[in-house]
């Protein structure tokens, strides 16, 4: 199932004056998929990538610097033309199903970076899904729907420092107390945490029942009495994205800010993980055709031993492979997507896609640099920023070693652990 795009590298990559003069607000817009996609869809692209040229990726560079960006400023622009999350349900009269998300999230990283797309998937695909599909309509209108329009910034906070792809460890405890619910713990990596409104997050609320009965997933305003940003972390990658270590003491909610049923949190998150995941892949789809054509461009150029680097035939070969790497990607995504669009549970082709995805980049991020030699080692070229920047695709979200863990369950080849005495 092969997806055709319109100005594809194809079998001769030495096209210098067509690399040369793509330029960087430019890219290859996928034929869209006929299983998936249509011209609403294509129409839905155009207009956010006016957006991103506009108003987004001129500031970048600049963003990058400073190590954070104004998402609220930003999610405002994007949320009131619409690309925040309006397929959720529940919202408007709107019928876009998940597919549009997906488009989304693509044209989304069409962003030269990696910490703006993370930081508005965090709203779209991680804080908000268990929040359309289980919440009472009390809380969508003091949370999804403000999120969805941009007029709130929304975090997820789920890990901890002892407890990030084993969520089953948390330790962050929310104990009933007539009407309200009393929050203490803290939370680790929470992407946007030190701009966010609100947090969707996920506590022990049922400490005499079993761990996946035991947790509950609450609407907290970050605001409240007792939450404390304790400290913004100083990360490797994704620069501009703010990430927080955030303290609870004696917050205090009401128990209505619970979402869905109470104890039923982990189950509502693992549901979560599906889009999370997926739109992690999608997000990364555009940057990594980016970087190969970036990369041609620059070997097309480069002179070593009188001659471009592009007539190496190995690095021709190399792109190729890459080339073909992204596309069988693009397609198990769309594949993952049609199918979560209809109702089904994709949970082993969502893990497949993430695993897939944070290794490729690494492996792409990696060969690109290569390429580009003593610059691809400096901060002036964007290979390296997204080298950086991909290397979290591979943990966060779940680590590889998760991805393998729940991929082998639902293949049925996990042995069953017999107690011995």
Not at 83 to 99: E, M, P, V, W
């Amino acid at each position: 199932m092969m997806l055709k795009r319109c100005n594809q590298l194809g079998t001769n990559l030495i096209r210098s004056c067509a690399l040369q003069s793509r330029c960087a607000s430019s890219h290859r817009v996928p034929v869209e998929h006929e299983h998936c996609f249509t011209e609403e869809h294509a129409a839905m692209r155009a207009s956010l990538r006016k957006i991103i040229d506009a108003d987004i990726n001129p500031y970048v560079d600049e963003w990058e610097r400073a190590g954070s960006y104004p998402a609220k400023e930003v999610f405002g622009k994007l949320g009131k033309a619409g690309f925040l999350g309006a397929h959720k349900r529940g919202y408007g009269d709107s019928d876009l199903d998940y597919t549009y998300a997906i488009a989304v999230a693509e044209e989304i990283g069409s962003i030269r970076c990696g910490g703006v797309p993370m930081s508005i998937g965090v709203q779209t695909d991680m804080a908000t899904p268990a929040l359309a599909r289980y919440g009472s309509e009390e809380l969508r209108q003091q949370f999804l729907y403000p999120s969805v329009r941009g007029e709130l910034v929304g975090c997820i906070g789920v890990s901890e420092s002892g407890a990030g792809s084993d969520v089953a460890s948390l330790k962050t405890t929310a104990r009933v107390d007539g009407d309200d619910l009393v929050i203490n713990g803290s939370k680790m990596w929470i992407t946007n945490g030190g701009q966010a409104d609100w947090m969707c997050l996920l506590a022990r609320t049922e400490a005499d029942q079993p761990v996946h009965s035991a947790m509950s997933l609450i609407c907290l305003p970050m605001k409240t009495k007792g939450v404390k940003v304790n400290r913004l972390i100083d990360k490797m990658g994704m620069r501009c994205s703010d990430t927080a270590e955030i303290f609870f003491d004696d917050v205090r909610v009401p128990l209505t800010n619970v979402i869905g049923k109470r104890g039923e949190g982990f189950t509502y998150q693992m549901q979560q993980f599906q889009e999370e995941r997926m739109i992690g892949v999608a997000l990364a789809l555009n940057p990594m055709e980016f970087l190969i054509d970036e990369t041609a461009a620059y070997c097309s150029q480069r002179q070593v031993f009188n001659a471009p680097l592009l007539a190496n035939q190995t690095i021709q070969f190399k792109l190729a492979e890459l080339e073909t790497e992204v596309e069988a990607l693009r397609s198990l995504l769309y594949r993952a997507a049609a199918l979560y669009s209809k109702g089904h549970d994709v949970t082993k082709l969502a893990s497949m896609a993430k695993l897939k995805g944070g290794r490729l980049a690494q492996t792409l991020t990696s060969s690109c640099l290569q390429y580009w030699g003593g610059m691809g080692f400096t901060n002036e070229v964007v290979v390296s920023r997204f080298y950086r920047d991909f290397r979290l695709l591979s943990i966060g979200g779940g680590a590889d070693e998760v991805m393998l863990g729940i991929i082998s369950k639902l293949m049925g080849i996990v042995p069953s652990r017999k107690k011995t005495k």
